[in-house]
Nanobody
């Protein structure tokens, strides 16, 4: 069993940055591939980024490539999403998930409760 808790969301102006964190409980965290998704009001949950257990393989949505960075610290049971050059369309609830590197949210077994990020123009 793995429990995930996101933090770090907030309000920022366009062009600014936010760093999201995902703290995991469970001794097996370091064995899991992890991902970030987001969901804006009225839209489907959207893939943002994913990585394998040691972060050597990463994958990003085209819309965030070059601006967002996914990373993890297995010693701290924590995953991060550094978001730079934010645009208003990035406004959404951001979720961390465990169990896959897939871009399809149904492939993930564990989810956090989400953290809101709001980017104003």
């Amino acid at each position: 069993q793995l429990q995930l808790v996101e933090s770090g969301g907030g309000w920022v102006q366009a062009g600014g940055s936010l760093r999201l964190s995902c703290a995991a409980s469970g001794r097996t965290y370091r064995t899991y591939s992890m991902g970030w998704f987001r969901q804006a009001p009225g839209k489907e949950r959207e893939f943002v980024a994913s990585m394998n257990w040691n972060a050597r393989n990463t994958n990003y949505a085209e819309s965030v490539k070059g601006r967002f960075t996914i990373s993890r610290d297995n010693a701290k049971n924590t995953m991060y999403l550094q978001m730079n050059s934010l645009k208003p369309e990035a406004t959404a609830v951001y979720y961390c998930a465990a169990g896959s590197v897939s871009t399809w949210y149904k492939d993930y077994a564990y989810w956090g409760q989400g953290t809101q990020a709001t980017v104003s123009s």
